[in-house]
């Protein structure tokens, strides 16, 4: 009797405990748009708003924060999209919308547009920001569908005005002040040819500006300063493209004569650094992080006792947006919401990728928070707390209490989500390579090691993070029991001038050879399976896919390339005619192309690609694998309507790109990872 009760009792336990194993969330539920997004307050903080997902659309949600518990005002749309939305003043929301467009300029020109509007709370009059105008031709069409104007500040302490550049192409246009009650709208700056943007101080002055332009010697960018005298802009600073020195302003002191600059001339990191326009003089270096390139500062805008002091500095760290707390009201924001979270600081050990030195440093691992928007005096913010296995979730702070809004995924169980973590490898040749590793969840997975992907980011002058990825191709990879790997390969932005540098006209040489590497540090420390590794990747990272097919020896199953370049020649000929794209990019785009090796292709390769993609047009995929399979090399193509450089018009199309690469690792991949 007594071991008849010992076996139920097991037979129990073991019951409870696969009703307790997490379960991966659904193909449907990774495309899904995230139940609530771009949540925002008001500046006075009467009201909140939100983006809320209905099935295969968004509606704004508006609440009226004294009464959250009474249902919110609900703005819909029809032909278009809602993507964003923003209190631009306390009573006006600013939308981006986003619609399909087919112009023909002369050929058919396939992708999709957005615009701005300006609308009330209840979402009954809907205006442009700017009228642009008749036009006079069906080009004039074309381009009005293809620009839009931009906020170029929202005037913070002005209750009715915002300024609004009217862009026209790709150049910077006039700077008009805006009435959001009346429409009105007074031109404070004409459009100057080459000039790239602007930056305004404290008080919305336009007092700083972008010039892109050649001379004999090359493509250079020049910063200008408005003199508040004269009115005349006038050049500070000149840096020749070439030599990749970054010179931006980055914000102004309460004193519109000192400004600040984040730069990186004679240094591997960028710092940010003080400089008096008038005197014409570098100050002090006022922010550094010896690992991370500085990112940016943030000043406080609003008129009070506080206006003008610095808030935080930010820098490019291992969650990508990582800030340094100056003020008194973030360091005690901070020390509030870390207990709250249960954010603890833990010791890491990371790598300087200039020169290879260790350095063991404090940071917080794991959960982290980051401010999404809050009210002019403070009193209310919204919160977004997240993980790499943790969906964002939006938080109201109010009077010291923390209220939870919604998550942005509640039906993916965080149990079924793996790990991911910062780490460090060195290459063949000595080069230190960063990389986040996601590992899978134990609970769902077992133990490693795991079947793999390896996953560059696109660019290449980009680079990954550790937050949570909103794109849902991580998790779906990791609650398949697939551990991922993200290299920030030589040649990657934002981990310094030496890493950037190194992979000047490397591409699918040592910058492919950072990524096999990788393969071989997972494989020895246990965590990939050796013959069960696949390399997936977008854009850049799909010319990685297609690299990693033709290259001898190669550590790969199969390669999966989503918009991949496999003509480096063809793809950068339309930017070469631009003096700044050529100085800035002719000499580091070059290398292996893979148009050139297609009857090398030595392992299967899944491409695909989208007819609205104008950023690596389709026609790249089509020559690839056309010249693939004439050749009988196992290749598998598919086209995506109505998807471009990564967005998807509905959810369910989205779903089916996400099912093609699961279906194909299951199956396609040599018979399966």
Same mark, same amino acid.
């Given at each position: 009797?007594?071991?008849?009760?010992?076996?139920?009792?097991?037979?129990?336990?073991?019951?409870?405990?696969?009703?307790?194993?997490?379960?991966?969330?659904?193909?449907?539920?990774?495309?899904?748009?995230?139940?609530?997004?771009?949540c925002?307050?008001?500046?006075?903080?009467?009201?909140?708003?939100?983006?809320?997902?209905?099935?295969?659309?968004?509606?704004?949600?508006?609440?009226?924060?004294?009464? $959250?518990?009474?249902?919110?005002?609900?703005?819909?749309?029809?032909?278009?999209?809602?993507?964003?939305?923003?209190?631009?003043?306390?009573?006006?929301?600013?939308?981006?919308?986003w619609?399909?467009?087919?112009?023909?300029?002369?050929?058919?020109?396939?992708?999709?547009?957005?615009?701005?509007?300006?609308?009330?709370?209840?979402?009954?009059?809907?205006?442009?920001?700017?009228?642009l105008?008749?036009?006079?031709?069906?080009?004039?069409?074309?381009?009005?569908?293809?620009?839009?104007?931009?906020?170029?500040?929202?005037?913070?302490?002005?209750?009715?005005?915002?300024l609004? *550049?009217?862009?026209?192409?790709?150049?910077?246009?006039?700077?008009?002040?805006?009435?959001?009650?009346?429409?009105?709208?007074?031109?404070?700056q004409?459009?100057?040819?080459?000039?790239a943007?602007?930056?305004?101080?404290?008080?919305?002055?336009?007092?700083?500006?972008?010039?892109i332009?050649?001379?004999?010697?090359?493509?250079?960018?020049?910063?200008?300063?408005?003199?508040?005298?004269?009115?005349?802009?006038?050049?500070?600073?000149?840096?020749?493209?070439?030599?990749?020195?970054?010179?931006? *302003?980055?914000?102004?002191?309460?004193?519109?004569?000192?400004?600040?600059?984040?730069?990186?001339?004679?240094?591997?990191?960028?710092?940010?650094?003080?400089?008096?326009?008038?005197?014409?003089?570098?100050?002090?270096?006022?922010?550094?992080?010896? $690992?991370?390139?500085?990112?940016?500062?943030?000043?406080?805008?609003m008129?009070?006792?506080?206006?003008?002091?610095?808030?935080?500095?930010?820098?490019?760290?291992?969650?990508?947006?990582?800030?340094?707390?100056?003020?008194?009201?973030?360091?005690?924001?901070?020390?509030?919401?870390?207990?709250?979270?249960?954010?603890?600081?833990?010791?890491?050990?990371?790598?300087?990728?200039?020169?290879?030195?260790?350095a063991?440093?404090?940071?917080?691992?794991?959960?982290?928070?980051s401010?999404?928007?809050?009210?002019?005096?403070?009193?209310?913010? *919204?919160?977004?707390?997240?993980?790499?296995?943790?969906?964002?979730?939006?938080?109201? $702070?109010?009077?010291?209490?923390?209220?939870?809004?919604?998550?942005?995924?509640?039906?993916?169980?965080?149990?079924?989500?793996?790990?991911?973590?910062?780490?460090?490898?060195?290459?063949?040749?000595?080069?230190?390579?960063?990389?986040?590793?996601?590992?899978?969840?134990?609970?769902?997975?077992?133990?490693g090691?795991?079947?793999?992907?390896v996953?560059?980011?696109?660019?290449?002058?980009?680079?990954?993070?550790?937050?949570?990825?909103?794109?849902?191709?991580?998790?779906?990879?990791?609650?398949?029991?697939?551990?991922?790997?993200?290299?920030?390969?030589?040649?990657?932005?934002?981990?310094?001038?030496?890493?950037?540098?190194?992979?000047?006209?490397?591409?699918?040489?040592?910058m492919?050879?950072?990524?096999?590497?990788?393969?071989?540090?997972?494989?020895?420390?246990?965590?990939?399976?050796?013959?069960?590794?696949?390399?997936?990747?977008?854009?850049?990272?799909?010319?990685?896919?297609?690299?990693?097919?033709?290259?001898?020896?190669?550590?790969?199953?199969?390669?999966?390339?989503?918009?991949?370049?496999?003509?480096?020649?063809?793809?950068?000929?339309?930017?070469?005619?631009?003096?700044?794209?050529?100085?800035?990019?002719?000499?580091?785009?070059?290398?292996?192309?893979?148009?050139?090796?297609?009857?090398?292709?030595?392992?299967?390769i899944? *491409?695909?690609?989208?007819?609205?993609?104008?950023?690596?047009?389709?026609?790249?995929?089509?020559m690839?694998?056309?010249?693939?399979?004439?050749?009988?090399?196992?290749?598998?193509?598919?086209?995506?309507?109505?998807?471009?450089?990564?967005?998807?018009?509905?959810?369910?199309?989205?779903?089916?790109?996400?099912?093609s690469?699961?279906?194909?690792?299951?199956?396609?991949?040599?018979?399966? $990872?």
């Open positions: 009797m007594r071991s008849m009760a010992l076996l139920v009792l097991s037979l129990l336990v073991t019951a409870v405990a696969a009703a307790a194993a997490p379960q991966p969330p659904s193909i449907d539920v990774l495309a899904a748009f995230p139940a609530m997004s771009s925002t307050l008001s500046p006075d903080g009467r009201h909140m708003a939100a983006l809320e997902a209905r099935g295969e659309d968004q509606v704004i949600l508006v609440w009226d924060t004294a009464n $959250l518990a009474t249902p919110p005002a609900t703005i819909g749309t029809q032909k278009m999209k809602f993507q964003q939305v923003v209190f631009l003043k306390s009573d006006t929301l600013l939308v981006l919308v619609q399909p467009i087919d112009a023909h300029i002369p050929r058919t020109y396939k992708t999709f547009t957005k615009k701005l509007f300006l609308t009330d709370l209840t979402g009954k009059t809907w205006r442009e920001p700017l009228q105008g008749m036009s006079r031709s069906v080009d004039d069409d074309t381009e009005r569908a293809l620009t839009w104007p931009t906020i170029l500040d929202s005037l913070p302490n002005d209750p009715t005005h915002a609004v *550049v009217l862009n026209t192409g790709t150049s910077q246009g006039d700077i008009f002040k805006i009435d959001t009650v009346s429409g009105r709208a007074e031109r404070v004409r459009a100057e040819e080459h000039v943007g602007y930056f305004t101080d404290l008080e919305g002055a336009p007092r700083s500006r972008t010039e332009d050649s001379d004999s010697a090359g493509a250079f960018t020049s910063i200008e300063f408005r003199d508040p005298g004269s009115g005349k802009w006038e050049s500070h600073f000149k840096a020749r493209v070439k030599d990749r020195d970054v010179i931006e *302003v980055v914000g102004f002191s309460k004193d519109p004569n000192i400004a600040y600059l984040r730069t990186n001339v004679g240094r591997d990191k960028a710092v940010i650094q003080e400089y008096n326009v008038r005197e014409r003089k570098l100050g002090e270096v006022v922010f550094e992080n010896k $690992l991370f390139d500085a990112a940016g500062i943030n000043v406080r805008r008129k009070g006792a506080d206006f003008g002091e610095i808030q935080s500095f930010n820098y490019f760290g291992p969650n990508g947006d990582d800030s340094y707390y100056v003020s008194d009201w973030y360091q005690k924001l901070d020390q509030q919401l870390r207990g709250a979270f249960q954010i603890k600081d833990v010791t890491q050990t990371l790598v300087d990728t200039a020169t290879g030195k260790p063991t440093v404090s940071l917080p691992t794991g959960r982290r928070w401010l999404v928007s809050t009210t002019l005096d403070r009193s209310m913010s *919204v919160i977004d707390v997240e993980a790499p296995n943790e969906p964002p979730v939006y938080y109201l $702070l109010r009077d010291n209490k923390l209220t939870m809004l919604s998550r942005t995924w509640p039906q993916i169980d965080p149990d079924s989500l793996g790990d991911g973590r910062l780490i460090y490898y060195t290459a063949r040749d000595g080069e230190v390579v960063p990389a986040y590793l996601h590992t899978p969840s134990v609970k769902l997975c077992g133990a090691p795991w079947p793999t992907v996953m560059p980011h696109g660019g290449p002058w980009a680079r990954d993070d550790l937050g949570y990825d909103r794109w849902n191709w991580i998790p779906m990879l990791n609650t398949r029991c697939r551990a991922v790997l993200q290299p920030q390969y030589r040649g990657s932005a934002n981990w310094g001038r030496h890493h950037w540098l190194a992979g000047d006209a490397e591409w699918g040489q040592k492919q050879d950072d990524k096999d590497d990788g393969v071989k540090w997972l494989i020895e420390q246990k965590i990939a399976i050796p013959g069960r590794v696949a390399l997936y990747g977008f854009s850049y990272g799909g010319y990685a896919a297609m690299a990693a097919s033709i290259r001898p020896h190669g550590l790969y199953k199969c390669a999966i390339a989503g918009a991949g370049v496999s003509d480096i020649h063809k793809i950068w000929a339309k930017f070469y005619t631009n003096a700044y794209f050529r100085d800035n990019q002719s000499d580091s785009v070059d290398g292996l192309n893979p148009m050139d090796h297609v009857a090398e292709i030595s392992i299967p899944y *491409v695909f690609s989208g007819d609205r993609d104008q950023t690596v047009p389709i026609g790249q995929s089509e690839f694998v056309s010249k693939a399979k004439s050749l009988g090399k196992p290749v598998t193509y598919r086209e995506f309507k109505d998807f471009a450089h990564g967005p998807s018009w509905t959810r369910a199309n989205y779903a089916d790109v996400l099912r690469i699961d279906d194909y690792l299951n199956k396609g991949c040599a018979g399966g $990872l």
